[in-house]
C-alpha cells in the first residue's frame, strides 16, 4: 500500500467524512519529518541525553498515527490536541523557546474550528482549553534557552523549519477541508439514505415493513390520488405448524422464499410488504379489483405448486388472500380492514384462496 493511500484510507464510520482523520494523518507524518529535522540540525550526539524523551516523542507519534485507523474523528482530534501540548511541554526544554514549538497550536486551533466536533460552545470550550495550555506554556517556559549547546545558525535553521511546518500543516488541513465538502456531502447522503431503507425495510424478507405502507398509502392519500388502487392482505396457512414442527429457524427461510415468489410474481406490479408475522400486505396502485386478482391468483398457485426446501427439508405451504377495491368513498385504512376481513372469511372457507 502506498503512502497515498495510507492516507487517504477511509475512516470506519459509515456517517463520518474522512478529511478529519486524513488531516490527522498529515499532521502527524509531518510532525515526525519535523521532529527528525531538528535533531539533524541540533546534532545528534548532543541530544543524546535525551535520547529516551526523543525515541518516546517518535513512539507516540506512531501510536497516534494508527489511532486514526480505530478512532473516530472527535475523539481522535481531541487526542491529537491533548498530545500536542505534552508534546510542546516536553520539546521545548529540549529544544529551547526559540524553536518556534509553540506555535504549533496555532494548528490544533484551526484544527479545532475547522473541524465537524458538534456544537460552536464545544468549539469555543477546547478553544479555551488551548488558550490555557499555551498561556500555562508562555508563563512557564518564555525565553527558555535550549539544554543543549546549538549555535546560532543551527538554531535559527530549526525556528524556520517548525515555522514552515505550522504553515505546511495550515495549508493541508485548508486544502483538504475546502476540497473533501463534496465527498463529505455525498458520504452522509449515502448514509441518510441508507438509514432511511433500514427504517422502512423488513430485515428478515427485504420487503417493505409495515410503517412504510402506512407512509405510501397516506401519501396517496394526501395526494388525492384518483386512479386504480387494489390492496390484498395475504396469509400463509398454518405457519405456527412450520414453527412447530420444524423450528423458527426454518420458519423464516420459508417467510424469505415466499418473499421471493412474491417479487418473482409480483415484483414489477405491486408494492410488497411484510404486514406483521406471517402476514404480507400487496398495493397494486393503478390496476382494479380484477386485473389484481389474477397476479394473486397466479401468486397463490406458484407458492401452492413449489414446495419449499430448507436443508433437507421440502415444505409445502399455500396462502389465503383477502382483496379490496378503493373505491374513494372510504379512507384507505377501511380499504386495508375490509381486505383484512376477506382474509379471514377465507381462512373459515376453507385457506388456500382469494377472496373478492
Not at 51 to 59: E, L, T
Not at 145 to 162: C, E, L, Q, W
Not at 168 to 193: G, P, Q, T, V
Not at 263 to 285: A, P, V
Request: contains cysteine; aromatic residues 12%; charged residues 20%.
Amino acid at each position: 500500500m502506498s503512502l497515498v493511500s495510507l492516507i487517504n484510507k477511509d475512516v470506519s464510520y459509515e456517517n463520518e467524512s474522512s478529511e478529519g482523520i486524513v488531516s490527522l494523518r498529515i499532521l502527524y507524518i509531518i510532525l515526525t519529518a519535523v521532529l527528525l529535522a531538528d535533531l539533524l540540525f541540533a546534532g545528534i550526539p548532543s541530544l543524546l541525553n535525551y535520547k529516551y524523551v526523543i525515541i518516546g516523542a517518535f513512539a507516540f507519534i506512531i501510536v497516534m498515527f494508527l489511532l486514526t485507523y480505530r478512532m473516530k474523528t472527535k475523539p481522535a482530534i481531541i487526542s491529537y490536541l491533548v498530545f500536542m501540548s505534552v508534546f510542546i511541554t516536553v520539546m521545548i526544554p529540549v529544544f529551547g523557546w526559540g524553536g518556534g514549538l509553540q506555535d504549533f497550536f496555532l494548528v490544533v486551533l484551526m484544527l479545532v474550528f475547522i473541524a465537524n466536533l458538534g456544537s460552536n460552545l464545544f468549539k469555543f470550550a477546547l478553544a479555551g482549553i488551548v488558550f490555557v495550555v499555551r498561556s500555562i506554556i508562555i508563563v512557564v517556559y518564555g525565553s527558555m534557552g535550549s539544554a543543549v549547546y546549538m549555535d546560532d545558525i543551527s538554531g535559527k535553521y530549526i525556528h524556520v523549519v517548525n515555522n514552515a511546518a505550522v504553515f505546511l500543516s495550515i495549508m493541508a488541513i485548508s486544502y483538504i477541508f475546502s476540497h473533501r465538502e463534496n465527498e463529505a456531502e455525498s458520504k452522509l447522503m449515502k448514509y441518510n439514505d441508507k438509514l432511511v431503507k433500514e427504517a422502512n425495510t423488513d430485515q428478515l424478507t427485504g420487503l417493505h415493513n409495515r410503517r412504510r405502507a402506512l407512509e405510501l398509502l397516506d401519501e396517496l392519500k394526501s395526494s388525492s390520488y384518483l386512479g386504480s388502487l387494489t390492496i390484498v392482505m395475504g396469509d400463509i396457512d398454518f405457519f405456527k405448524k412450520v414453527n412447530d414442527t420444524y423450528g423458527h429457524d426454518v420458519g423464516d427461510e420459508v417467510l424469505k422464499s415466499i418473499a421471493d415468489s412474491m417479487r418473482e410474481i409480483c415484483g414489477t406490479k405491486s408494492f410488497l410488504t411484510r404486514w406483521g408475522g406471517e402476514e404480507f400486505l400487496l398495493i397494486f396502485i393503478g390496476k382494479n379489483g380484477d386485473d389484481a386478482l389474477e397476479d394473486v391468483e397466479n401468486l397463490r398457485r406458484h407458492i401452492m405448486d413449489n414446495p419449499i426446501k430448507v436443508g433437507e427439508h421440502e415444505i409445502s405451504v399455500t396462502m389465503t388472500f383477502g382483496l379490496a377495491e378503493y373505491d374513494f368513498s372510504g379512507d384507505m385504512e377501511a380499504t386495508v380492514k375490509e381486505a383484512d376481513d376477506k382474509l379471514y372469511m377465507g381462512k373459515e372457507a376453507g385457506r388456500n384462496r382469494v377472496v373478492y
